[in-house]
């Protein structure tokens, strides 16, 4: 079956703007996560949705926000972007939460300049 | 709030060979979960091997084999017969249990794994 599908692969923003990024669970997954990977800081976890709910979120600021639809496909949200929010950015979808460990996309490279 | 460790930014080791990765976690909860998870240039993260806390047995999945040390807070990865399409990074990940919920994962710094021919 198809895997984790995030959209797009790479991206390019001006600081001030906003970013929008998309991911597409596996089929039949109902949990969603995003994490933000930095050279610096490593994987930090953003935020889970569950069944069109946020469930948990990390230390980030309110800048970063999220969503989920009904078909479980997610997004997230940037705003007012900072040179520090160039990332990779990734999403992970699991079953039945934490047990089971997650299947992670390929991510979306996002720079801000 | 819970740490993960991976004290070996990089490890080398020759094709064929038995490399360990190693991991330590810091935690106040007594069920959770431990993950390794490896990364190639691909960028997808790759789900490697799981561990129950409360099972004392160590996780294998067929060359991928786990010492996981509770009291020691210690959870090691083993890579029998090394290939070469095993370089990648590899990070040691922690969750802690929560019913039918997911609380994030927390992630080491990652271990960057080079293969030898």
């Known amino acids: 079956k198809a895997g984790v599908t995030q959209t797009p692969r790479y991206l390019i923003k001006t600081r001030g703007q906003q970013v929008t990024l998309s991911c597409s669970p596996i089929?039949?997954?109902?949990?969603v996560s995003w994490y933000q990977q930095t050279p610096g800081q490593g994987l930090q976890f953003l935020f889970e949705?569950?069944?069109?709910?946020?469930?948990n979120k990390g230390n980030f600021p309110g800048r970063f926000s999220g969503r989920q639809f009904s078909n479980s496909r997610s997004e997230m949200n940037v705003s007012t972007l900072e040179l520090g929010d160039s990332a990779l950015y990734l999403c992970?979808?699991?079953?039945?939460?934490?047990?089971?460990?997650?299947?992670f996309g390929s991510g979306t490279r996002l720079t801000v300049v | 709030a819970q740490t993960v460790t991976q004290s070996q930014p990089e490890m080398s080791v020759q094709e064929a060979e038995t490399v360990t990765l190693s991991c330590t976690y810091d935690?106040?909860?007594?069920?959770?979960?431990l993950f390794w998870y490896k990364q190639p240039p691909s960028r997808q993260m790759i789900l490697v091997i799981r561990?129950?806390?409360?099972?004392?047995q160590n996780a294998t999945e067929n060359r991928f084999s786990v010492n996981f040390q509770k009291a020691a807070k210690s959870f090691s990865l083993k890579i029998s017969d090394s290939q070469l399409g095993d370089a990648a990074m590899y990070f040691c990940?922690?969750?802690?249990?929560?019913?039918?919920?997911?609380?994030?994962?927390?992630f080491g710094k990652g271990t960057h794994l080079i293969i030898q021919p």
């Open positions: 992970a979808s699991s079953s039945q939460g934490t047990a089971y460990g997650y299947t």
């Open positions: 089929s039949g997954h109902r949990s």
């Open positions: 949705y569950f069944s069109e709910t946020q469930r």
């Open positions: 935690t106040s909860e007594s069920d959770y979960y």
């Open positions: 561990q129950e806390a409360y099972k004392q």
């Open positions: 990940a922690y969750s802690k249990r929560s019913g039918g919920g997911a609380d994030g994962l927390t």
